[in-house]
């Protein structure tokens, strides 16, 4: 296997990403989620350690497996559990990987019981979720800082606030104007957006955005 020669690229280099979706718990038996495959973060892993690096992967919900052999994967449900585990983990990383569809908001209270069927309407009160990835951005000494953004309108603009707002590296903006592209294909077109230049891809397989991903993270090692 070539994942032990000692010329490749990011040998010796620690990575964490993050993937799929957050669960926010409404009852014991209820959440609010979102449709996130996970894809587009299992496939940076599985990449990332082709290419020789030490990963873990921090996983909410999907229906993905990984090769637990060569990755450390940690499974967790919600926001709260991600952070934790990203905080836990990015003192000793070089490189964080936010692909998580993190969920922006929880409920207020949780029920401790599930909730009845009474009235003929409900109201949930939610609150805003810990940002990971702006926290982690506060707290950056040297690592590398990689996001995503998935925006429908003014899509350069908001990933630039992004960018510079949580302190990254660089942004990969994935485009929604083409067919193909997103949250549930296989393919996505991507813009790769650093302070101060921006590169577009051709819509390509995930595991093919992967690797150009992971081509950008090398240049920054070298640059
Ligand atoms: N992110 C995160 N924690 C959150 C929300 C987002 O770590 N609570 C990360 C995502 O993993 C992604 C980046 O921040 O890499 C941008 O996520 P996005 O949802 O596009 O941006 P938000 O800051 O949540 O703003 P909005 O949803 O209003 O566009
Ligand atoms: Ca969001």
């Known amino acids: 296997e070539n994942h032990f020669s000692e010329d ?21 038996v209820r959440f ?23 990963v873990t992967l921090i996983s909410g919900p999907t229906h993905l497996s990984i090769d637990e052999k060569h990755i450390n994967l940690l499974r967790v449900t919600s926001t709260r559990d991600m952070y934790e585990a990203a905080h836990a983990n990015f003192a000793e990383t070089d490189v964080f990987v936010s692909a998580a569809a993190v969920a922006d908001y929880k409920p207020k209270f949780v029920a401790d019981k ?7 309407s409900l109201t949930l009160e939610l609150t805003k979720t810990e940002d990971i990835l702006a926290s982690l951005g506060e707290e950056k000494r040297g690592q590398k800082l990689i996001g995503f953004a998935l925006e429908t309108n003014n899509e350069e603009e908001n990933a630039r606030k992004k960018l510079k707002k949580k302190n990254l590296d660089f942004i990969v903006l994935n485009s929604l104007n083409d067919k193909g592209a997103g949250f549930k294909s296989d393919t996505n077109k991507i813009s790769i957006i650093y302070p101060d230049r921006k590169k577009d891809f051709d819509l390509k397989s995930k595991k093919e955005v992967a690797g150009d991903i992971l081509n950008e993270i090398i240049e920054l090692f070298n640059a």
Do not use: V
């Open 114 to 120: 599930k909730i009845k069927k009474n009235d003929d």
């Open 8 to 28: 490749l690229p990011l040998k010796g280099k620690k990575i964490l990403i993050t993937a799929g979706p957050t669960y926010e718990a409404i009852d014991p």
């Open 32 to 54: 609010i989620g979102n449709h996130s495959s996970g894809k587009m973060g299992y496939e940076i892993a599985e990449a990332a350690m082709k290419l020789g690096a030490e």
